[in-house]
DNA sequence: GTCTATGCTTTGCGTTACAAAGCAATTCAA
DNA sequence: TTGAATTGCTTTGTAACGCAAAGCATAGAC
């Protein structure tokens, strides 16, 4: 017998860390968009997040193909221009990543009182038999 | 004139989200050791953060490499087992990341109340000429 | 018209994460 | 003692990924 193949025990694994969000240009660019309902140009963008053209359109083009983001192409009046906004979906899951974030920094934060070195184990169940 | 120059306009960059520590499984492993700083063996941490053993490995070489944890093989007994720590430059790298975190957890909890679409453009300067 | 600037797209390359396979040390059975 | 099986890692191979440089097409200036 193994292990008895219960699964729980992974405290640390952090599974709902989903990678397409967990980037760190894409965070910057979800982030963005969450904080802007309205969407936001590829030009705001690219300064909002500090990144280059093509680095923009590549992390854009992962997030539409995973339904995060809407792009649209708008002329107004000039030459049309790309707007993105976050989907319905794109928020629920970047919602859920957020709790897990939350999760991360609530677990290490339950250290930040250095010096008393002993009294935290309480994470760890026995793990030996 | 053109936005006259002003350079902090990036606010949704998050330039601190250090590669190294920023990365699922890395991220397991430094949240693990941070909450248990007598260390934590290979195995020990195998479990914690349901990774394999090539993936482990190769993630705390790359830990050790930068200088975030200690390896030590230590022989208690039967055979050497590797047990790794955190470094305090590691500590002080990862307590740093953790502020970023924060930030993006606060940046995108200013959003939270949905509905009110349109009152949160501050962060946003205008951009347009 | 040509020239420059803007707004993206595409291409190419180095890096990386990941899993499968490998290997060495230990324990156990006979 | 000697195989076989388990444990504890390491190494290797590959596919995916991020990134920047180069490319391209449209718009406006002249």
Chains 1, 2 share one sequence.
């Not at 910057?28 to 500090?50: D, R, Y």
């Not at 221009?81 to 319905?88: E, P, V």
Request: hydrophobic share 35%; glycine share 6%; charged share 25%.
């Amino acid at each position: 017998m193994k292990t008895t193949n219960s699964k729980p025990a992974a405290p640390f694994a952090y599974e709902g860390l989903d990678r397409v969000i967990h980037e760190r240009a894409r965070l910057s660019v979800l982030t963005s968009l969450m904080t802007h309902p309205n969407g936001l140009s590829f030009v705001e963008l690219k300064q909002l997040c500090a990144l280059t053209d093509g680095n923009l359109a590549r992390h854009l083009q992962v997030l539409e193909e995973d339904n995060m983001v809407r792009l649209t192409k708008e002329a107004d009046g000039g030459r049309a221009q790309t707007t993105a906004r976050i989907t319905a979906s794109g928020r629920r899951r970047y919602l859920e990543y957020l709790t897990i974030l939350e999760q991360v920094v609530r677990d290490a934060a339950s250290v930040n009182h250095e010096g008393e070195e002993n009294q935290l184990r309480r994470k760890l169940t026995p793990l030996n038999t």
